[in-house]
């Protein structure tokens, strides 16, 4: 039980990766808070970690809005009375220019993916023990991209940025990491056999040949939030089978560029 009695906040906890981390945090013996705008898939899971045990909050709401993250920390407090993890996981894609992505859409984005982490950190700030740690979810995309995605990866630019600027303004109270998935298959939480249904094109373009599946997040989440990881702050882990470590030039690995 290596997370026993600690407080873990997790944003988007209702499904996916979030789900994972969730769960997996439970299983170690912390305490949950969940928000999620996803309010049937938060009961579920409220219900599922509370019958295994686990001591939890769910609140369903949007982090896009100020309003929700006053209350959302206020009813954690009162729940808890303090934060030792505090999980930026939620995020989303209103995708980008050549889809007509406009000025409300690229701010959503930004507000679920950057502004929401930075204004829980803050509003935790006070309530953060010692030895307490802060890990944001950013994706391989903040690094590279594809057509049409803008809304998105400026929001994972965002994230990884904000990550070490925490770092340092938090420096001696709180350590702030991110972690930078690449493909995770989020079907891997409810079916063991997710990989069957891979083309083997799909997995061999990963060194480690297979597709991520949330457990590889949540590892790395739990890793970064233990205690004895406390000489790691400011950094980001990408967790994405090597696959931002393949070059590709044309005629290698069988590619070939077809976009003139
Ligand atoms: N799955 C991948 O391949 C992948 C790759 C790289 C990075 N990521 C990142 O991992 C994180 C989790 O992704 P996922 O694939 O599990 O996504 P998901 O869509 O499966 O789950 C996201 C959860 O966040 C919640 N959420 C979204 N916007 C919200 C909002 N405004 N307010 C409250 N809750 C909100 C959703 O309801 C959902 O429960 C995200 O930050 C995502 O960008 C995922």
């Known amino acids: 039980m290596k997370f026993k009695d600690r407080v873990c906040v997790v944003t988007g906890g209702a499904n996916g990766i979030g789900l994972c981390i969730s769960k997996e945090f439970a299983k170690s013996g912390a305490k949950l808070a969940v928000i999620d705008k996803d309010k049937a898939a938060g009961e579920k899971v409220l219900a599922e970690l509370r019958s295994n045990g686990a001591e939890c909050l769910f609140f369903p709401g ?15 407090i009162k729940t808890f009375n303090k934060v030792d993890y505090l ?5 989303m894609s209103n995708n980008g220019i050549l889809s007509g992505c406009d000025y409300d859409d690229f701010n959503y984005v930004l507000k679920v993916g950057v502004t929401a982490p930075y204004m829980l950190s803050k509003l935790f700030c006070e309530h953060f023990t010692k030895d307490a740690a802060i890990v944001n979810i950013s994706s391989t995309r903040a690094l590279m991209s594809q057509a049409d995605t803008e809304s998105y990866t400026a929001a994972k630019g ?7 600027a925490l770092a340092v303004s938090l420096a001696g109270k709180v350590r702030v990491n991110s972690v930078s998935p690449g493909w995770i298959d989020v079907a891997a939480n409810f079916d063991e056999n997710f990989d069957k249904k891979h083309s083997e094109k799909d997995k061999n373009q990963h060194p480690v040949k297979r597709i991520g599946k949330p457990l590889d997040i949540a590892r790395t989440v739990m ?20 696959m931002t470590k393949l070059m590709v030039y044309n005629g290698d690995e069988g590619w070939e560029y077809n976009n003139h």
């Open 62 to 76: 949007d982090i896009a809005e100020k309003g929700v993250l006053v209350s959302f920390v206020e009813e954690v």
């Open 158 to 164: 965002g994230i990884s940025a904000l990550t070490h």
């Open 87 to 91: 999980i930026n996981n939620a995020c």
């Open 223 to 242: 890793f970064l939030c233990e205690t004895d990881s406390g000489f790691i702050t400011g950094q980001n882990i990408i967790v994405d089978g090597g």
